[in-house]
């Protein structure tokens, strides 16, 4: 970045990213309350990944605003500072590549059970997170090598491959969650809008970071004398860690429905409803078995009665009992 294009499209676009990007933490925030307060029974590794993810997302957010501080502020009046690289930014970039692990691994670990430990699917997806995860530590290392944006031009493939690479984790992610989900639409009406609810969740959240990034590779090769790219990267840690949080939390949606949805995983013992008939002289009784709720439990009992006509008498000599 020889020549920037004005504090526009330099601080301001900072700025306006760090609004976002501020604005996608408070929610981060709220979901991380939220599955505390629904899910205090889940397992011990769910509740460790909603704190790691709070943690990554809130270490990526000062430091986001360090950087912001260092240009804005501690420069105020060095506009010079404008073509050089603060060590706020390379850290940026490592909570970045920490914040897409974490979403990246959590669907990796999920498509390995719904796949039924299918090793090659999950291999590819996890030999993606690793290229991503070395091309991004490579770029944080060598931007703060680098003094100045200029000197930043031999890294510049490095820079690209790294964001592609992520794209195409995202689109095997994706696909590879569609693919299993769509397998469950099948028998129980409210879990087919439940499948559809999440493969909607699914598709829009790989579109969108998927968007994202794809943006950001495009200003960053059409725009490369200002920090509009940076902006937009800077808010892809939040995407994931939303992704990650919307996901568990989304379980706890379906709970709270009108219709109850789900699929029941224990059969509730049978319930016997009795039909008695006593007619003085004999004795019908049938049992029906019903399946019925857990909770609910459901006693019959029917009587019949009737007269029989005057000088009517069984073959015994006797009349019958009109008494029930």
């Known amino acids: 970045m020889p020549v920037v294009e004005g504090i526009t499209l330099t601080l301001g676009a900072l700025m306006a990213g760090a609004l976002v990007a501020v604005g996608l933490s408070a929610i981060v925030g709220f979901q991380t309350f939220l599955y505390f307060q629904i899910f205090p029974q889940d397992t011990v590794r769910y509740k460790f990944l909603v704190a790691w993810t709070w ?20 420069n105020f009046t060095n ?16 909570f970045t590549l920490i914040a897409t692990l974490n979403a990246n691994v959590f669907y990796a670990w999920r498509i390995h059970k719904m796949s039924k430990y299918n090793w090659w699917l999950t291999g590819t ?5 690793v290229a991503r995860t070395a091309l991004g530590f490579f770029v944080a290392v060598e931007l703060r090598v680098f003094k100045t944006w200029a000197a930043v031009q031999p890294i510049k493939p ?32 409210a879990v087919q809008e ?6 909607i969740f699914t598709i829009n959240d790989g579109l969108l970071t998927c968007a994202l990034l794809g943006a950001t590779i495009a200003c960053f090769l059409g725009m490369p004398n200002n920090f509009v790219w940076i902006a ?3 808010t892809a840690a939040k995407l994931y860690s939303n992704s990650v949080l919307a996901t568990l939390n989304l379980r706890n949606w379906y709970r709270h429905r009108e219709r109850p949805m789900g699929i029941r995983l224990t059969r509730p013992p049978p319930n016997r409803n009795m039909f008695q008939i006593d007619s003085g002289v004999s004795k019908i009784q ?5 399946e019925l709720p857990p909770t609910m439990e459901v006693f019959m009992e029917q009587q ?9 008498y069984n073959n015994e000599g006797r009349g019958i009992d009109s008494r029930p």
């Open 232 to 234: 937009l990267y800077g």
């Open 304 to 312: 019949v009665e009737y007269t029989a006509p005057a000088g009517k």
């Open 194 to 199: 439940m499948v559809d609810t999440v493969v």
């Open 79 to 94: 506009p010079a500072i404008l073509l050089e690289i603060l060590t706020g930014f390379p850290v940026v970039v490592v």
């Open 55 to 74: 943690l990554t997302d809130t270490a990526h957010t000062i430091s986001y605003c360090v950087m912001i501080w260092q240009y804005a502020v501690l």
């Open 125 to 129: 997806i996890c030999f993606l997170c």
């Open 286 to 290: 049938s049992t029906e078995l019903h």
């Open 158 to 189: 490095a820079i690209v491959s790294g964001m592609a690479v992520s794209v195409a984790t995202d689109v095997v992610i994706s696909a590879a969650r569609y693919y299993y989900l769509r397998d469950l639409k099948q028998g129980y009406m």
